[in-house]
């Protein structure tokens, strides 16, 4: 396991560094936030810090009895989950951080992925990050000693520590094969995540994740600090204090009107993955040719008008092709 490469967080934000494709450390980042100067005098002044924007916003608060080491994950048969999640008042979450500080073994507490604008209206005015022209999702997420497992995210990801102490170990994308996916459509938060416990990995069960480690980049982030996760990486995300707070920027590098890849991979596994090895080659071609390998000419023979689906698309050919692929599905 290698460290992430750091760069002077202190400079301005280029597009070289927003749009890497490798992970970046930016050092003290956001040191300066009200926020991050808040947690640097403890747990308690930066939850009084948090209260000042607090207008009565629900959060959906996942919970976990002791015993389960902060891992948010599946129950031991993939069933279901060793956690549950409801709605709660915001201010209820941080009650039950603060109670717990000093536990040797608390319930795992976690919010994640919620947005900030939402929960928290005006914390932004004085904690933020200017990211130019892109148009970033800016969420929250908070709790106390939690493990995230492995998981991708199709946006790139701007992740800045505001308190506590936090611990990434990031994959590129073409370890998929060695760190044991889960199911892709039953998943504790949305994302499909890998299988291997970081904090005791079975290697007679899942060998290859010993593979997975020689290429993982890791990284240890004090508030202030900043993580830019590239999309596609995948990335486990410890909290290693009592009580943490993180906030992240996601944008993606693509038009507005493109949908998520993943809708494709859905359908691939409806429409390709059973077919004839034959035919499955013979669609891994038509997807080199007009998607993979696309350099904008494999449609210089057909005249402009006729060119259809093969013209470069905007919100109105996308409209109009989603609504034909509707069509098929719905026949």
Known sequence: MQAIVEVDGGAPLSDGILASPVPLVLRGLVAEWPLVRAARGGARQADAYLRRFYRDATVLASHSP???GGRIFYNDDLSGFN????????????????AHLDAADPPTLYVGSTTVDTCLPGLRAENDVDLGARDPLASIWIGNRTRIPAHYDVPDNLACVAAGRRRFTLFPPEQLKNLYVGPLDFTPAGQSVSLVDFARPDFARFPLFAEALRHAQSAELEPGDALFIPSMWWHHVEGLEPFNILINYWWRQSPDWMDTPASTLSLALMTLRDLPPAQRAAWKEIFRHYVFDSDGGEAAHIPPPARHSLAPLDDNAARMLRARILRRLNR
């Open 66 to 68: 002791p015993g389960t």
């Open 83 to 98: 956690f549950t999640s409801q709605m709660v008042r915001f201010d209820q979450v941080l009650d039950a951080l603060l």
